[in-house]
């Protein structure tokens, strides 16, 4: 498994403003990704992390909303820009430490986790 | 459009007794399935996984059931503890997806002493 550290763990912000959170990971990691858990809700993959190039982001999410770095093997940041009320999540970053073969799967690992309020 | 359900908001089972998580999806290109633990204020902790090729998989207290032909898998805790308490999400992958998760909604499992 890998051990994964995220920052700053909790934050309260104010509208309009930008968050940045870091997921810092103790080993090389193949992949990573960055989830939001809404309140009462289940966790929703916003994109996947590439080293070296853009990230790829899913259906409701684009790069001027959640512009993604991931500029090595074992470090990614996410920024939540121009933030309203509806940003209130926790925000996840996991890991995939290797690539699954033909035959297997990989299990993804997951951080603490960043509890941004907006206000 | 919600490809992974976990139709139980919560479950409530006595310390000893059988706890019984379920879990339908609803994609058939879902060929991977895992069971994570959460508990508050801490990220997802990985418990077990199945394969589509298997139909059952065992790890110490816990056994995770796969029936494709339902698109319905299920997470058995035998014997539940006090330490059992959390949320479990069920959460599918397919291998030609870019091994991205698709989460359910979650259960929230409380154990009686």
């Known amino acids: 498994s890998a051990v994964i550290s995220q920052k700053p763990s909790r934050d309260i912000c104010q509208r309009g403003t930008s968050l940045t959170i870091q997921c810092q990971v103790d080993?090389?990691?193949?992949?990573m990704f960055w989830y939001r858990q809404q309140p009462g809700q289940s966790l929703t993959l916003i994109a996947t992390?590439?080293?070296?190039?853009?990230?790829?982001?899913e259906s409701g999410f684009v790069i001027d909303k959640f512009p993604i770095s991931r500029p090595n093997l074992t470090f990614s940041t996410l920024t939540v820009s121009n933030m309203s009320p509806e940003d209130s999540s926790i925000y996840l970053c996991?890991?995939?430490?290797?690539?699954?073969?033909?035959?297997?799967?990989?299990?993804?690992?997951f951080g603490p986790g960043t509890r941004l309020t907006v206000l | 459009d919600q490809q992974v359900k976990q139709n139980s908001p919560s479950l409530s089972v006595q310390e000893g007794r059988i706890s019984i998580l379920n879990c339908d999806y609803t994609?058939?290109?879902?060929?991977?399935f895992l069971w994570y633990k959460k508990y508050p204020a801490e990220g997802p902790t990985f418990l077990i996984s199945?394969?589509?090729?298997?139909d059952k998989n065992e790890d110490g207290r816990f056994t995770v059931f796969l029936n494709k032909s339902a698109k319905h898998l299920s997470l058995h805790i035998v014997p539940s503890q006090p330490g059992d308490s959390a949320v479990y999400f069920c959460a599918a992958s397919a291998h030609f997806g870019n091994e991205k998760l698709t989460f359910g909604t979650g259960t929230r499992l409380t154990i009686i002493p």
């Open positions: 992390a590439n080293q070296g190039s853009e990230a790829t982001y």
């Open positions: 996991s890991v995939l430490p290797f690539l699954a073969g033909p035959l297997n799967h990989n299990e993804q690992f």
């Open positions: 199945i394969s589509s090729i298997k």
């Open positions: 994609n058939s290109m879902f060929d991977y």
């Open positions: 080993s090389q990691v193949t992949m």
